[in-house]
Structure formats: structure tokens, C-alpha cells
């Protein structure tokens, strides 16, 4: 449609999203369900769908990341209007995902897909064992070609342990995804010098690369009643993405098709990850996840995390705490200096049982094969601290 793409290409389509393979769309409830009738906007659920499908004709791998449980709920239970106390919002999700998952796989079944529902709690991104879980099952739904559509399972979560809006849940399951790409279709078209509606001379971002404190303080609150997330849980989800080297685009969705209309270069805010994911990823050990046990290692093992060797089991000297497979641990020399943090590769058990002992040991000494490596260099985020080799 020629006389569409003339509206909408002012902007030539930038690398990040032509050469993103793997992409995350998160969906607010405002885009998906009429707010005066709780109803489904079915052309534009239609509409997203034929752009996913042009996207996976592609070769691109999609995920969803969908609101509109509570918003399709609360309708049917016939709750009041305005906040909703929490245990009215999980009920009211009850019903409304049962709606909001067929009404995906209806429409995406009518043009060859298939839809996966994925409920999530925020234990699932953050503890290791589930998160491994988690990401193995989205890698092998779209490994079989499924369009996988998350949302919180909010029906069990309480507020200690919610994500508690879609913004942050869809940046968590970027990262935990490794995708290249997170679009959140918003009622904004971007990141705002300042909120538009109180401020006429605002002026939106094209490209951010650092959440800085000048960034944070741009961000008014562009919530709406139906969904929970603002200027500043978008902020916070660019954090997330960017820490684990995911860009993300901002970008207006309620008109049809959003995403094609992003290609084309509709008004957006992109947000660009730093450009080397190694080193985003250990920023991302480093500071997102909670240690849970202590390596202790001696000299000679100090000196070659200093020349940035992986840890072996050799240069351990004790391991504490009930750390598992995958978990966060620091790394601390004899002398009770921290050395770093990393991802462990075996359980407590396991390398208690190793530690000390060449590699070429493990397999005998555990009754299976395992990793050369306790801690892997790509795995390990080392502190400035950590002792000059010789020093
Ligand atoms: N999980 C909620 C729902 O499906 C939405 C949370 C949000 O709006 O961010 O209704």
C-alpha cells in the first residue's frame, strides 16, 4: 500500500531493527481491549497478527508479551470501575486470560501459527533453576515455530513477588531470552523531553543510550487505568534490556498494524544497548542477581582471573552456601577480599567435591562429565579490586 508507507517513512529503518532476529513485543491492555466496553479490538488484534506473521515469514523468532487479562476480566465479573483491589485484579485475570489466550490462538491459527501460553512469576526470571526452566521451554516452543504469548500469571502472584506491570515482565523475559529486540507498543509514540500533556514544548528522543538521571527526570507518568505501567516502568524496563545487551523501541501501537509501521519508520524512541553483549551480560551478573554462596580461591587462581582465564576447579580452596547449578556466587580470596561474581556451574555438592582437583578428575570423581570450567570467564564479573597479577 504505497499511499500508507508515504505517511509513515520519515525515518530510514535503523540496524537495530532490521538485523534484530529475535524480537519481544509486549502488548498493553489500553492497545487490546476497549476501555469503555472491556471488549476485544479484534481488527487491530487481526492486525498485529498479520504482522507477526510477516515478521516469522522473515526467519524472525517473536514473542508476545500481552496484557488485557485484568482489563477483559473485570468486565464479565462485573467489578467497579477504577483501581481494583488486588484480589478483585486476580480474579478478574482468572477470567480474563482464558479470553486473552484464545482470542490469540484464533487469530494466529487462522494464518498458520501457533500460539503458546506462557504464564510467568517474577521467581521465573530471577531465580536460576526456574529461569533455566523457563528459557528452555520458550527456546523449544520457538524452536518448533510457536508464537509463545506471555503475561504474568497474576492469579497466584502477591505483591511481594509480581512484576506487577508488563513493562518490566517483558524486559525480564528479553533478557532471559537473549533477544535482540524489545518493542513496546505503547498509548505514546516515546520518551518525552518532558510529559506532553502538561508541557507543549516536550520534544520526543529519537536514540538513548544511557539511562542517566537527566533521562529518569523526563519521565512524568503516562499510565492509564488500564494498565499499570508509565514513562517511568518503561525507563526501567530500557534498564533491564540494555543491561543485558536487548535494544528497545518505544513507539505508539493503538493505530493497526504497529509493528509494520515501525519498519516503516513511524515515530518511536529507540533505546541502544551497549554494543558489546559479553560485557553486558556480566554487568547484568554483577548487579541483578542475588549471590548465593561463596568460592574462595587462592593465590594462583587470583592471578589467572586476572588474566581473565575462567576458575578452575584447581584454584579453589572452600565453597559456601546452598548454591545450585546456574546460581550467582561471589568469588573471594583467602584473605576475604571480593574478587567478582559469576554463574557456578555445578551444585554445592558437586563442587565441594571437586574443588582442589584437576579438571581431567571430574568426570571420575562425579560419575559424569561436566565442565572444565567451575566458573566459566564469559560466566564472571570481576571487581576492580581484584589484585594486580604479582601484586
Ligand atoms: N498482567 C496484567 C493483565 O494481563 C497487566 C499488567 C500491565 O498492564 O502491565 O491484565
Redesign the pocket.
Known amino acids: 500500500m504505497p499511499a500508507a508507507r508515504k505517511e509513515t517513512s520519515t525515518a530510514a529503518v535503523r540496524p537495530e531493527w532490521r538485523d534484530a532476529r529475535r524480537i519481544v513485543v509486549k502488548i ?2 489500553a492497545l487490546l481491549v476497549e476501555r469503555s466496553t472491556g471488549r476485544l479490538r479484534s481488527a487491530w488484534l487481526e492486525s498485529i497478527a498479520d504482522d507477526v506473521k510477516a515478521l516469522a515469514a522473515e526467519g524472525r523468532e517473536i514473542i508476545l508479551v ?8 473485570r468486565h464479565v465479573l462485573k467489578l467497579p470501575k477504577g483501581a481494583l483491589a488486588l484480589e478483585q ?1 486476580q480474579a ?2 482468572a477470567v ?2 482464558i479470553s ?1 489466550s484464545s482470542a490469540y490462538q484464533e487469530v494466529f491459527k487462522a494464518r498458520g501459527l501457533t500460539a503458546a501460553q506462557v504464564l510467568l512469576t517474577l521467581g521465573d526470571t530471577e531465580e536460576r533453576r526456574r529461569y533455566l526452566n523457563a528459557r528452555r521451554t520458550m527456546a523449544t516452543l520457538l524452536g518448533c515455530g510457536a508464537i509463545p504469548v506471555v ?2 500469571n ?1 492469579t497466584v502472584a502477591t505483591t511481594e513477588i509480581r ?5 518490566r ?1 517483558s524486559a525480564r523475559v528479553a533478557s532471559m531470552m537473549s533477544a535482540d529486540c524489545l518493542v513496546l507498543l505503547s498509548d505514546i509514540d516515546g520518551l518525552y523531553t518532558a510529559p506532553p500533556a502538561k508541557d507543549p514544548n516536550a520534544r520526543r528522543l529519537d536514540v538513548v543510550h544511557e539511562i542517566t538521571h537527566e533521562i529518569l527526570s523526563m519521565a512524568g507518568d503516562a499510565g492509564t487505568e ?4 508509565g514513562m517511568v ?1 518503561k525507563l526501567e524496563a530500557a534498564r533491564i534490556a540494555m543491561g543485558s545487551g536487548t535494544d528497545m523501541v518505544i513507539t505508539e501501537g493503538a493505530a493497526l498494524n504497529p509493528l509494520r509501521r515501525l519498519a516503516e519508520g513511524a515515530p518511536c524512541t529507540w533505546f541502544i544497548a551497549p554494543s558489546d553483549p559479553v560485557a553486558a551480560r556480566k554487568r547484568w551478573i554483577a548487579g541483578n542477581l542475588e549471590s548465593r554462596g561463596t568460592i574462595f580461591v587462592d593465590a594462583g587462581a587470583e592471578k589467572a582471573l586476572g588474566q581473565g582465564k575462567s576458575l578452575l576447579p584447581a584454584g579453589v580452596v572452600r565453597v559456601d552456601g546452598a548454591f545450585d547449578r546456574g546460581d550467582a556466587v561471589t568469588i573471594r580470596a583467602l584473605d576475604g577480599r571480593d574478587l567478582g561474581r559469576g554463574l557456578i556451574a555445578y551444585p554445592h555438592d558437586e563442587a565441594a567435591a571437586i574443588i582442589g582437583k584437576r579438571s581431567s578428575e571430574i568426570a571420575t570423581i562425579l560419575g559424569h562429565a561436566g565442565r572444565a570450567e567451575l566458573i566459566h570467564r564469559d560466566d564472571m564479573a570481576l571487581s576492580k579490586v581484584l589484585a594486580k597479577p604479582g601484586s
Open positions: 498493553g491492555s500481552s496484557s488485557g487479562a485484568i482489563a477483559l476480566g485484579s478478574a485475570a480474563g486470560q486473552l503475561n504474568e497474576d512484576y506487577g506491570d508488563n513493562d515482565l488500564l494498565s499499570k505501567g516502568t
